[in-house]
């Protein structure tokens, strides 16, 4: 069994769920954060699943920054197509006139790094995203503060 990734910052405990899912996610109210983990293969329709999740979960507010770790990410779905109109529909998500959220993708392995690089190209300009890519966990943090 992997072990899960582990985060630790100034008592701030994150670890992701090392179950049967590719996704999982946590929210941080206090911190405005939600923590999201991925193991495996990335897939666009588990990913679509799990962003309606966080929408129907009662801590989630557009403004939350998110903490994206991809370093146990083996492989991802390269379906450009799907992947942008994905991401159309997850701008929703981030209404205008709220503060704009990082979405702060932590990759330490090129295909991690391909895989959040996708994403962020699909990020349209004005949707009012901050993506970031860092291969660091120090940097990743220091991004969110």
């Known amino acids: 069994m992997k072990s899960p990734h582990i985060i630790v910052r100034a008592g701030f405990f994150m670890q992701a769920d090392p179950g049967p899912m590719p996704l999982t996610f946590r929210i941080y109210p206090s911190r405005n954060l939600v923590f999201v983990a991925y193991d495996g293969i990335m897939s666009i329709e588990e ?3 799990g962003l309606a999740d966080y929408q129907a979960h009662p801590d ?3 403004s939350q920054n998110h ?3 991809l370093s146990l990410v083996t492989g991802w779905e390269r379906d450009f197509p799907r992947i942008m109109a994905m991401q159309a529909e997850a701008v929703d998500m981030f209404p205008p006139g709220t503060k704009p959220p990082y979405l702060v993708y932590y990759a330490p392995t090129t295909i991690g790094q391909d895989a959040a690089m996708a994403c962020i190209r699909s990020w349209d300009e004005g949707s009012g995203i901050v993506p970031r890519l860092t291969t660091r966990e120090a940097d990743a943090l ?3 503060g």
């Open 47 to 49: 990913t679509r699943r």
């Open 142 to 144: 220091h991004i969110l």
């Open 67 to 69: 903490l994206l770790d």
């Open 60 to 62: 989630f507010h557009p």
